[in-house]
């Protein structure tokens, strides 16, 4: 055979090898080197791309485009290739090798997922397909990835190897310390707006002397800086980062210390990155600088399916991503292997009507399937009502509950699922309720073992050097922190010694048997023949944890001493699984655990969830409620463009959820936050074509006509369909128009008192049109945007 032969017949082999693939899932398969942009629609098995592109890259390299032939490659080899053709003969590890061009070592290709539970399948797949070879592959989140670099080479930034990670908790934790400290009141900003201000800044690697250059005479800004400033200091006094700093950090040490990125960027030859749409700005720059070297970066994303602007994702890294990569190869994947075509026509049809994108549509060979089901309920018992019955029919005629999910956009949206459902016996759970890691018991005992790993970590000293009860009040806990202050040590030093502070007499007993107890505990993690589990139960009984429970609350004791004993068996877990981990270790595995890592779809029983928790995942049969303007999409984003495009991609994410069967909601009445609202039926229901959608309602009105929904009518954002709304069809009156207020009546720096969302401090004042946006930090349900004139607020 002559070389052209030799090379169409290896590719063929590839083509066999790589059948199940359809063609442009093979494309990106055999698109090995350079920039490569994936654009892997919803359902289109983007994850089983990326494991055959790895096993492609790990078996044969580059040798599908390649027009080099090996050395070794003889006649034998070639025999054993058409016998593999012709018959399935396997092919032995040594003709693969010989078939083989630049074929790479597993431990230098990186993959990084969003999740655990993403990084867990991948790595489970990889592991079924390449058997041991695959556990040497880097496959785990963003965060996982940035700690495991950092607990080698943190010290080079100023991190010891056992620094603390910080969850949300932590951080608001800490930051109601810093504005008592700064003498900020919490009723003119909140904790958490000014840690999302600070995240946000993280997200575009601005540091907190670069962010005070940025707040010139802004009050609020001003007071977000000193915050900052002060927020950066305790964490790393405290040796402790915040989840944004995972990422933050790796960039900076990657820039003050080039021989690090140096090392990593010749150790890895392949990167990959998972749903890159939700990248920011520091991710980014992370993914860039690692690929540089390389230039093999392939990237696989859904630009529809964009979702998380509020946790700081930029759409624009996958939009531009050609344009920031030269010579990119793009591929897109429109097959679907989830849905019916009538929900993928549904979806098509909503996001097209998107600027910001790419382009790409929907199509499967499932069949086309049933109508999109859009019912108006009465009112939101009505609604949950409907919901119940539907699931009970369905369950009754051989369904399981576990087929259905209910996807809300608002949390405050499931109370009345939950009362219908458990008044109707359906068994079902929230996702993005109260997690086993949030527990108060379990956050007691993951501080005592932060500590024990990390004695500087002050915020976790806080919470447990009074718990159980010693006596050691929350002043001598300030009064030490202000002598570790002054004197640049840490609290748990000052404790350790407080018989040497005069400042200190009346608790230095307390406090220097507390340290002696924890000191303990320290040398006891530091004894390697002293398992995880051993160290924990002997925690567990010289605190005695258990019997505090008994007298602290003794209705719920039970319940929490079982929690305790959980926590015991996952950390047992976590040794069987991790023969070489460390307290340090399990602790960075609990710190990033989400919700949806704990999702099990083996549970019978119905779903309740966000649209947002929901991504990622895929249901015989959705319900989505509350699809009514004002809701989906939220008032705070009706009125910006950039925003409602936002919305419409999770409207497109909630169609896309469903199999079989979708169900959409609106109500001719709602209740929402002890109001009751009259919404228009939402937008992006209008979009869907009417010849998609079968239409039923609660209400009876055949005695007169009535306007219904114009589907395939929808105008550019914006402008309002002309149809009539849902309270006129139903034969409501809508309210009269409320009065504008007058020009100049809000100034930034108001409070205000609003019906619903209680007091607030107005950020933000734009003239729009006759009236004014006003953007307002509520204390209890955090920033909204309102219009002055329709918002009825009072100034206090």
Known sequence: MDKSE?????????????????????????????????????GSGKT???????????????????????????????AACKAYIENGTPLTTETQEH???????????????????????????????LGETANDIWASTFHSTCARILRRDGERIG??????????????????????????????????????????????????????????????????????????KRLEDADAMDFDDLINKIVELFKKCPDVLEYYQNRFRYLMVDEYQDTNHAQYTFVRMLAEKSGNLCVVGDDDQSIYKFRGATIENILSFENTFQNATVIRLEQNYRSTQNILDAANAVIEHNTERKGKTLWTQNG????????TAENETDEAERITKIILDGVAAGRKFSDYAVLYRMNSQSLTFERNFAKSGVPHRIIGGTRFYERREIREMIAYLSVINNPSDEMRLRRIINTPKRSIGDRSVEVAAQIGQQTGETLFEVVSHAKGYPALSRAANKMTLFAAQMQGLIELNN????TLGELYDELVERIDYLNFLKTDDPESAEDRAANVQELASNLRRFEEENPEGTLSDFLEEVSLITDIDNYDNNADSVVLMTVHSAKGLEFPVVFLPGMEENIFPGMASVYVPSE????????????????EELYIFHAESRMIFGMTNRNRVSRFVEEIPETLVEHTRSRDYSARPVSMPNFGGAKPF?????????AEAGGFTPKPRVKPAPAGTYRVGDTVLHKAFGTGLIVSATPMANDTLLEVAFDKVGTKKLFANFARLTKV
């Open 368 to 375: 086309t399937g049933a109508m999109i089901h859009l019912h």
């Open 159 to 232: 991190y010891s190897s056992h620094f603390t990670v910080y969850d949300t908790d932590d951080q608001r934790r800490l930051m109601k310390n810093i504005l008592k400290e700064l003498d900020i009141s919490e009723k003119n900003i909140t904790p958490k707006s000014i840690l999302n201000e600070i995240s946000r800044a993280k997200d575009s690697l601005i540091s907190p002397a670069e962010y005070a250059l940025t707040v010139g005479d802004d009050f609020r800004l001003k007071i977000i800086s000193r915050a900052y400033t002060t927020y950066q």
């Open 644 to 659: 409602v495009e936002e919305e419409r991609r999770l409207a497109y994410v909630a169609i896309t959820r469903a199999k």
């Open 48 to 78: 089983t791309v990326l494991i055959n592109r790895i096993a492609n890259i790990l078996r044969y390299g580059d040798a599908y485009n390649s027009t080099y032939l090996h050395d070794d490659l003889d006649e034998n080899d070639i």
């Open 6 to 42: 030799i090379l169409a017949l290896r590719r063929a082999v590839l083509e066999k090898d790589f059948a199940r693939m359809n063609d442009r899932q093979k494309q990106a398969v055999f698109t090995v080197n350079g920039p490569l942009l994936i654009l892997a629609g919803a």
């Open 99 to 129: 078939l083989s061009v630049s074929a790479c070592a597993p431990w230098r290709i990186m993959a990084i997922t969003f999740t655990n539970k993403a990084a867990g399948e991948l790595k489970d797949r990889l592991c079924a397909m």
């Open 527 to 530: 004894d390697e023949k002293v």
């Open 718 to 726: 914006g402008e309002a369909p002309k149809t009539k709304s849902v």
